[in-house]
């Protein structure tokens, strides 16, 4: 439960975020989750002092609820934490959200910083740690993830590695040259790239773009793809778009 009053978010648990505006914009915030007090308003200092919003918890089951209810432009995580440790902390917020997540941990092992990288985290800043350090990496993070995010999405746009499938125009490139296709062969490329991961067997492929009843003689699906592959990969053998998974069909 929560009640909201003069600004404030307060929980039942006790943890409370704050909604900060200056001039009527809204500030770039960020969640601070240690179990250590004193480090914990060290932070909140820093922060602060550079005009960020802040929010706080001293354990990873009020982060989790904190970051439900909110919207942050960063985390700052603890690793080692009563109730729901950092790792596990960071596994369950990178479950929904892409914000950047910075690891601070007293534990300078190799291992660690690994292990916290592998599950999600963007950074990793050891205890003992300096403001002008903590600040650097905050702001080089909140760069790269407001840039990424600032751009405008084309859903329209279906981009996998060198491979740019334009739906409004119909125009598909491969390493940075065009290729021309037929539209039967547009149409199969796109149905598969908007469902990537996902296997179509030939009858579900054929169904998907033709919108009729599959016939077994039918081997229009067969030589489109064999078309495709001479017209997008580099070597039609060794295909690193449009896979075969043996017995079943066709994916990206």
């Known amino acids: 439960m929560l009640v909201r009053y003069k600004g404030y978010i307060k929980y039942s648990s006790g943890i409370c975020a704050k909604l900060e505006r200056i001039g009527g914009k809204m500030m770039e915030r960020v969640l601070v989750v240690d179990d250590d007090r004193s ?33 942050y432009d960063l985390i700052i995580l603890d690793i080692m934490m009563p109730k729901l440790d950092g790792v596990a902390t960071c596994i369950k917020i990178r479950e929904k959200y892409t914000m950047p997540i910075i690891f601070l941990s007293a534990k300078g092992e190799e291992i660690d910083k690994i292990q916290g990288l592998t599950v999600g985290a963007d950074d ?21 993830y407001k840039k990424f995010n600032d751009k405008p999405i084309n859903k329209n746009v279906i981009e996998i590695e060198d491979l740019i499938i334009n739906s409004d125009t119909h125009e598909v490139t491969v390493r940075g040259e065009k290729v021309k296709l037929t539209p039967k062969e547009f149409d199969i490329l796109e149905t598969l790239a908007k469902n990537k991961g996902m296997v179509f067997s030939v009858e579900k492929l054929y169904e998907a773009v033709w919108k009729e009843s599959f016939a077994v003689s039918d081997t229009s699906i067969v030589v489109h793809i064999t078309n495709l592959r001479q017209k997008i990969e580099l070597d039609p053998k060794s295909c690193q778009y449009i896979k075969t998974v043996w017995g079943v069909g066709y994916k990206i």
């Open 124 to 144: 990793y800043v050891s205890k003992p740690f300096g403001s002008m350090e903590l600040l650097a990496r905050v702001k080089a993070q909140l760069r790269r």
């Open 39 to 71: 480090i914990r308003k060290l932070v909140e200092v820093y922060l602060k002092n550079e005009g960020y919003s802040v929010d706080s918890a001293d354990n990873g089951e009020d982060a989790v609820i904190l970051v439900e209810d909110n919207k």
